[in-house]
């Protein structure tokens, strides 16, 4: 798979994935009224957004023929 997420893609990912996985971490330390499974979706939210930020490949993106690179 080539990479097909552009610079400003990888930028947004990184700050969605982090502040994703800061507030579920919040939630699951119990420092948020937020529900466990919330917090388990928005786990796997960050990974995936701070993953495909890093390696610059989206599997969605590769389906639907996008490429902001």
Do not use: P
């Amino acid at each position: 798979m080539e990479t097909n997420v552009g610079s400003t893609d990888t930028l947004v990912r990184i700050v969605v994935g982090a502040l994703a996985g800061a507030v579920s971490l919040a939630g699951l330390a119990g420092a948020l009224e937020v529900q466990g499974v919330v917090s388990l979706v928005l786990g796997i939210v960050a990974a995936l957004m701070l993953g495909t930020a890093f390696t610059s490949k989206c599997a969605l993106y590769s389906v639907l023929g996008v490429s902001t690179r």
